[in-house]
C-alpha cells in the first residue's frame, strides 16, 4: 500500500534550511569578468584599430596611434558597461519567475520558494511540475517522468512508491507525493551542472544576424579604406599621408557601439515588459514579439479570469441552480429537495475525482491548485452547508467536509479527457461529457440531458460530466490497483451535469480590438466543448465574422490545407489537443506568420518551442511550459501579450532610430574624404581622423543611447506588423538621400566660406595653417551641431520633433547636453584643439554650422510629409 507521510513542521524547516543553505545548484557558467572586459578589446573592430594604432606609431604618427588607442579603451569601456547592464537587467528580470512548490508542511499543503525545500520535506506533485530535489516517491498515481535531461531517454519512465526522482526532471503525467532526500549541491543535477560549467552558451540569432552586419559594414569600411588609399598614392599623395586617408575612411565607416547599443536597448525593452507583466525570457523575443502577425490563445485563464463557480448542477432529478461566485461555501440555492440531494450526491463524487481546493488565506477563500476542481471543492462545500453541514468549521478544524479516502486515482490526461478514483468499491469519475456520456448506462431522460448539456454551452458555462459504478474485484495483492482504468470506466451510472461559469477578463475586449487594429489575427485554441467556446468567443468579440468554430478532431491532415483553414482572423479551435496546436503552429508558419503561441499544461511545451514566441502562463502554468516560453505573462492576461507586442515594436523603432543617427554621421564623415580624392588631392581635407575618432566619441553614444530608450509611439499600434529587415531601403534613402546629404553639404559649406573669406580659392595653393584650422574647426562644429538636431529628427520617422515634445525624452536632452559641452571641450581646450588641428570657426563658419540645425529638421520635416502624401497613411515610429 501507498504511504502519506506527514511531512515535516514549520520549526523543522526553518531550522534545516539554515544548517544545510536554500535549494539552489551552483552558479550556472557566466563569462568571467576580467574575459569579458578583455573581449571588448579583441573583437573584430578592436583588432583592426589596434592594428592602425600600431601602424600609426610606426609610420611617425604618434597622435594619430594615441588617438586611435583611446578610442578602443573608450569604446570598450562602454560596451563592457552596457552589456554588463544589460546581463544585469537580464538576471533581475528572471528572478522574477515564480517557483513555488507545493508541499506538506504541519500535516497541511502549503507553497513555497523551491529555493526554501529542505531534506525531508514533501512535496505534492502534479503533470507538468518541476522536481525540485532529489526525493523518494511516496505516492504514485499513474505517475511519468521525463528525466531525458539527464538519462537521454525521450520516453517518460513509470515510477512507484519507493522509486527515485532526479531534481530538475519534470512530471509528464499523474500525481505524486515525494520525500525530498537531497537538495542543491548534493542533488544528481548540481554534479552534473559542475561538469558543463565551462560549456559556453550560443550567441542568440538576433546577435549573430547584428554580427553579421557589422560585419559587412566593417569589409566595406575596409574597402573603401583601401581604394583611398590607392587614390591617394596615384595622385602623388605620400604612403603616409595615404595610409593617413585610409584610416580615417575605414574608421569614419566602423559602428563600433552598435552591438552594445542594441543589446541594451533590448534589455530595456525588457524591462518595460517586465513592468507590464510580460517576463522576457530570452532579450531576441523583445524583437521577434513586435514582428508578430497571428496569435493562438487558450481561453481558460487568458481570455477569462480562472475564477470559477459552478452555478448549474443537472441531476435526472431536476435542477439546482447556485448563485453564488469566486470559492467561499456560501451560496444562495434553487431547486427541489431531491435534486440537491443528487446535486451533493454528484458534487461530493466529483470532488473526490479532483485534487484542487478552496482553501481559506486570511479572510479570503482562494484555489488552491486547479481552479476548475476548487470550484467544485466549493460546490460540494455550499451543497453540505445546505444540509446543515458547516464548511467554515469542518475547514478551520483541518477537515474537509464530506471527504473519503482515495484508495486510487487515474489522472486527466488529454486523451481520456477524465479523471476517476477508487472510492470504497467505487468508481467516481468527472470529464467532458462526449467522453463521459458514451460510458454511461443510458439514461431514461438522454434528451433532458442533451439538452441541459446544450443549454448549459450555449450560455458559455464549462460543462462537465460525472458519473459512478461499482468496482468489480480488490486492488493486487500489494495493494495498488492497476494502471490502466479502461476495464473499470464502461457501464457507469451518470449523476449529471455540472455547469461552470468563468467570466472574461474585463481587459480583453480592448486588447482584441488593440490586436485588430495592430493587424494581427488572433485565434482561440481550447480544450472546451464548441459551444461553450463559440461562446465566449462571441462574448468577448473574438469570434469572426465568418462565425469558424472547428473541432481538433476535425482539422484536415495536410499542413497547407490547415493553414489556408485557420489563417483568418476570430477563428475558434475546440477539443484542441496539444499535439494538434503543434500542427496549428507549423500550418501557420507556412503561410508566413510570425507565430505567438500561448500553452499552460505540460504537453505544451512542443508547441511553445515551435512558435516563433512562446507564451506561458506565469501564475497557473506548468514549469514546462514556462521553460519552454519565450514570454512568460506574470498576470496571466492576454492583454499582457498585446502590451509586449506594442514594446516590441517601439524596441524595434528604436534600433532603427540610432542606426540612421549612426549611418548619417558616417555620411559627414566620409563626404570630405570623397571630396578630397575626386579633386585628385587639391581641395584641403576638411577633417582629419582624429576629429573623426572626436566625433565618434563626442556624437554618436550618447544619443543613440537616449534614442534606443525611446517609448512606444501612440500609432505604434495602429500600423500592421514590421516586415523588413533593420537596413532596409526606407532607412538608406533616408540616410544617404536626405539626413546625410544636408549634413555634408552644411559640413563643406562652413568649410569652404570660411576658405573663401579668408582669400582661398579651388585650384590655388593650401591657405595658412590658422585659416585651416578655422576652416576645420567650422566644419566640426557643423557635424556636431547637425547631429545634435538629427538625434531629435530621429526620434520618429514620421512625426517632427516639435509634435513630440522636445522635452518628452529626458535622456536625449542630457545627452544633448553633454554633447555640447564635449564640443566646446574640443575647441577650446587648447592642448586639444591642437591635437586635433582644428581652432574654434570663425563667425561665418559659425552662422552656417548654426543654420545646419534648422536647415535638418526642414529637411526631414518636408521629406517626412512627402512619404506619407506618397504613401497615404503615416508609419509610426
Not at 526525493?135 to 515510477?159: N, Q
Not at 550560443?202 to 574597402?223: D, G, K, M, Y
Not at 548619417?664 to 585628385?680: C, H, I, K, Q, R
Not at 595653393?765 to 547637425?786: D, E, I, K, R, Y
Amino acid at each position: 500500500m501507498t504511504t502519506v507521510v506527514a511531512g515535516l513542521s514549520t520549526a523543522d524547516a526553518a531550522r534545516l534550511l539554515a544548517e544545510n543553505g536554500p535549494n539552489l545548484l551552483p552558479q550556472a557558467y557566466t563569462v568571467p569578468r576580467w574575459r569579458a572586459f578583455a573581449a571588448q578589446f579583441t573583437h573584430f573592430f578592436a583588432v583592426m584599430l589596434w592594428v592602425a594604432a600600431a601602424l600609426a606609431f610606426i609610420a611617425g604618427m604618434p597622435q594619430l596611434g594615441v588617438a586611435v588607442t583611446i578610442v578602443v579603451i573608450i569604446n570598450g569601456v562602454f560596451s563592457y558597461v552596457q552589456e554588463a547592464r544589460a546581463e544585469r537587467a537580464a538576471s533581475q528580470l528572471r528572478a522574477m519567475l515564480p517557483a513555488q512548490v507545493l508541499v506538506r508542511r504541519d500535516g497541511a499543503a502549503v507553497s513555497i520558494p523551491a529555493a526554501e525545500i529542505v531534506h525531508g520535506d514533501v512535496v505534492l506533485l502534479s503533470a507538468g511540475d518541476r522536481i525540485p530535489g532529489d526525493v523518494d516517491f511516496t505516492v504514485t498515481e499513474s505517475c511519468t517522468v521525463d528525466e531525458s535531461m539527464l538519462s537521454g531517454e525521450s520516453d517518460p519512465v513509470p515510477k512507484k512508491p519507493g522509486d527515485g526522482g532526479f531534481g530538475g526532471t519534470f512530471l509528464v503525467n499523474g500525481n505524486a507525493e515525494a520525500e525530498v532526500i537531497a537538495t542543491g549541491a548534493q542533488t544528481r543535477l548540481a554534479a552534473i551542472a559542475t561538469l558543463t560549467a565551462t560549456a559556453q552558451p550560443p550567441q542568440s540569432p538576433l546577435n549573430v544576424e547584428l554580427r553579421r552586419v557589422v560585419r559587412i559594414i566593417s569589409v566595406v569600411a575596409l574597402t573603401f579604406g583601401g581604394v583611398f588609399f590607392a587614390v591617394s598614392l596615384l595622385s602623388g599623395t605620400s604612403w603616409r599621408n595615404a595610409f593617413l586617408f585610409a584610416i580615417g575612411v575605414s574608421v569614419a565607416l566602423i559602428p563600433e557601439g552598435l552591438l552594445p547599443t542594441v543589446t541594451l536597448s533590448l534589455a530595456m525593452g525588457a524591462q518595460r515588459m517586465a513592468g507590464r507583466n510580460a517576463l522576457v525570457r530570452h532579450l531576441q523575443a523583445v524583437e521577434t514579439l513586435g514582428s508578430t502577425t497571428f496569435i493562438c490563445t487558450d481561453k481558460t485563464g487568458t481570455l477569462t479570469q480562472n475564477r470559477m463557480s459552478a452555478v448549474d448542477v443537472w441531476t435526472p432529478h431536476g435542477v439546482v441552480v447556485l448563485s453564488g461566485t469566486g470559492y467561499a461555501p456560501s451560496a444562495s440555492i434553487t431547486g427541489s429537495q431531491d435534486a440537491v440531494v443528487q446535486a451533493r450526491r454528484l458534487a461530493r463524487a466529483a470532488r473526490a475525482a479532483s485534487r484542487g481546493r478552496a482553501v481559506l488565506h486570511g479572510d479570503q477563500w482562494v484555489a488552491e491548485g486547479d481552479p476548475m476542481e476548487a470550484a467544485l471543492d466549493a460546490l460540494a462545500r455550499r451543497l453540505d452547508r445546505a444540509d446543515g453541514e458547516s464548511a467554515d468549521a469542518d475547514h478551520a478544524a483541518g477537515q474537509d467536509a464530506g471527504e473519503v479516502p482515495v484508495d486510487a486515482r487515474w489522472p486527466f490526461d488529454p486523451v481520456r479527457k477524465r479523471e476517476s478514483v477508487a472510492v470504497a468499491g467505487r468508481l467516481l469519475l468527472k470529464g467532458a461529457p462526449e467522453f463521459v456520456l458514451p460510458l454511461c448506462v443510458a439514461p431514461a431522460d438522454l434528451s433532458a440531458c442533451q439538452a441541459a448539456l446544450d443549454e448549459m454551452a450555449g450560455r458559455g458555462l464549462r460543462v462537465l460530466a460525472v458519473a459512478e459504478r461499482a468496482l468489480p474485484g480488490t486492488p493486487g495483492p500489494d495493494g495498488i490497483w492497476p494502471e490502466e482504468p479502461a476495464a473499470f470506466e464502461r457501464g457507469l451510472t451518470l449523476l449529471g451535469l455540472v455547469g461552470l461559469h468563468d467570466p472574461p477578463r474585463d481587459s480583453v475586449a480592448e486588447a482584441l480590438r488593440a490586436a485588430r487594429t495592430a493587424g494581427i489575427k488572433v485565434a482561440m485554441l481550447t480544450g472546451d466543448h464548441p459551444t461553450t467556446a463559440a461562446a465566449i468567443a462571441a462574448e468577448i468579440g473574438l469570434l469572426g465574422p465568418d462565425r469558424t468554430v472547428l473541432e481538433g478532431k476535425d482539422l484536415p491532415e495536410d499542413e497547407h490545407l490547415l493553414g489556408a483553414l485557420l489563417d483568418r482572423d476570430g477563428v475558434v479551435v475546440s477539443r484542441v489537443s496539444p499535439e494538434q496546436k503543434l500542427r496549428v503552429a507549423k500550418a501557420l508558419q507556412l503561410r508566413g506568420h510570425v507565430l505567438a503561441m500561448t500553452g499552460d499544461g505540460v504537453n505544451d511545451g512542443p508547441a511553445l518551442q515551435e512558435a516563433d514566441i512562446g507564451v506561458a502562463m506565469g501564475a497557473s502554468g506548468t514549469d514546462v511550459a514556462r521553460e519552454a516560453a519565450d514570454l512568460v505573462l506574470l498576470d496571466d492576461d492576454f492583454a499582457t501579450i498585446i502590451a509586449a507586442v506594442e514594446q516590441g515594436r517601439a524596441t524595434y523603432a528604436n534600433i532603427r532610430r540610432f542606426l540612421t543617427y549612426h549611418l548619417t554621421d558616417n555620411v559627414a564623415e566620409l563626404t570630405p574624404f570623397v571630396v578630397w580624392a575626386l579633386s585628385g588631392g587639391s581641395f584641403p581635407l576638411a577633417l582629419g581622423v582624429l576629429q573623426i575618432l572626436f566625433l565618434d566619441i563626442g556624437t554618436d553614444l550618447l544619443p543613440a543611447l537616449a534614442l534606443g530608450s525611446e517609448k512606444a509611439d501612440k500609432r505604434v499600434m495602429h500600423r500592421p506588423p514590421e516586415r523588413r529587415h533593420l537596413m532596409d531601403t526606407r532607412l538608406m534613402v533616408r540616410v544617404f538621400a536626405v539626413l546625410g546629404p544636408v549634413e555634408a553639404v552644411f559640413e563643406m559649406a562652413a568649410f569652404t566660406l570660411t576658405l573663401w573669406l579668408a582669400g582661398w580659392r579651388p585650384g590655388a595653393a593650401f591657405p595658412a595653417v590658422g585659416v585651416l584650422a578655422a576652416a576645420s574647426g567650422a566644419a566640426f562644429t557643423t557635424v556636431v551641431l547637425a547631429q545634435l538636431a538629427n538625434a531629435f529628427a530621429c526620434r520618429s520617422e514620421s512625426v517632427p520633433p516639435w509634435r513630440l515634445g522636445w522635452r518628452s525624452n529626458p535622456l536625449m536632452l542630457k545627452a544633448v547636453g553633454v554633447e555640447l559641452l564635449a564640443l566646446i571641450g574640443f575647441l577650446f581646450i587648447v592642448p586639444v584643439a591642437a591635437m586635433l588641428g582644428h581652432a574654434p570657426p570663425t563667425v561665418a563658419g559659425l552662422l552656417v554650422a548654426l543654420l545646419s540645425m534648422p536647415a535638418l529638421l526642414a529637411v526631414d520635416y518636408w521629406h517626412k510629409r512627402l512619404r506619407h502624401r506618397t504613401a497615404g497613411n503615416p508609419s509610426a515610429g
